[in-house]
C-alpha cells in the first residue's frame, strides 16, 4: 500500500479531538531490544506498522501502512520475522506526515 500522507495539522486535531486517546487496536511483539507495533490510531485511523530499536536508531520508525485489520496482522507477521531474523535491517519511515524535506 502506498503510505497516506496526513496534514500534521489535521493530525494533531484529530488526535486532540479524540480525546488523546491511544490506539484503538493493537499488536505488539518484543524481539530483543526491538518492539514491532502495529496499531490503529487514533489520529489517522490507518494502520500502520512502527518499529522502535533503542540500540540503532533510538526512536519510532513507521514502515507500513495497510488497508484494513487483516493485511495489518499479515505485515506485522512479516516484520516479526525480519526483525528476528535479521535485525539490523535497514528501516525507512514512510514520512506520513511529510516532515521528511
Do not use: C
Amino acid at each position: 500500500m502506498k503510505p497516506v500522507k496526513v496534514n500534521p495539522i489535521e493530525g494533531v486535531l484529530q488526535f486532540l479531538g479524540s480525546g488523546m486517546a491511544g490506539p484503538k487496536e493493537w499488536i505488539t511483539d518484543k524481539v530483543g531490544d526491538i518492539t514491532v507495533d502495529t496499531s490503529l490510531p487514533s489520529d489517522t485511523y490507518i494502520w500502520e506498522t512502527g518499529i522502535e530499536r533503542l540500540s540503532i536508531e533510538g526512536k519510532w520508525v513507521i514502515v507500513e501502512q495497510y488497508p484494513n485489520k487483516k493485511k495489518a496482522q499479515e505485515g506485522h507477521s512479516k516484520w516479526v520475522i525480519l526483525m528476528k531474523e535479521n535485525p539490523g535491517f535497514p528501516l525507512k519511515d514512510i514520512d506520513m506526515w511529510s516532515l521528511d524535506t
